[in-house]
């Protein structure tokens, strides 16, 4: 029977592909948090903790306990830098170890990609993401105007 619901498939669907990520980073010694940040910052390197947190849609605090933990392992390191109005602020960088692990964390995001997509003609794919980013949008929007 097909779900009419879309929270319910959301639901589903989030909880399998969180299962199935969670257990692939775990294996290469990732947290849940870990990922996306190395993931930005490889496209990112360099950039402000705050400007990061804000692209993996993290709190301030959750950024720097993860960042905390990332430097600990050996993934990041941090610069720190003089900004406008004198205020402190840090760039992150990532050590060659965490750019192996940015790159075999992204092999495991592609391969889920192409599982989660398994047989779906390369149409359909462009049409379900163009879709699911439109309702993305419209809850955005909608948590944005809660929010302010």
């Known amino acids: 029977m097909k779900e009419k619901y879309l929270h319910i498939l959301l639901i589903r669907a989030s909880s399998f ?5 969670r257990r692939q980073f775990s294996e290469i010694d990732l947290s849940e948090g870990q990922p996306k940040v ?3 910052l490889l496209t990112m390197e360099g950039c402000i903790q705050k400007d990061l947190a804000e692209v993996c849609n993290v709190k301030s605090a959750t950024m720097t306990s993860l960042l905390q933990k990332m430097e600990r392992d050996d993934l990041i390191y941090k610069k720190k830098e003089f900004v406008s109005g004198g205020k402190r602020a840090y760039r ?3 050590t060659e170890k965490g750019k192996e692990k940015a790159k075999k964390a992204n092999d495991i995001i592609e391969k889920l990609e192409e599982e989660c997509f398994l047989g779906f003609s390369k149409e359909e794919r462009e049409e379900f993401l163009s879709l699911f980013s439109r309702v993305t949008d419209n809850l955005m929007k909608l948590e944005k ?3 302010d």
């Open 17 to 21: 592909h969180c299962s199935r990520r």
């Open 92 to 94: 992150i960088f990532l």
């Open 145 to 147: 105007d809660v929010c």
């Open 38 to 40: 190395l993931a930005n």
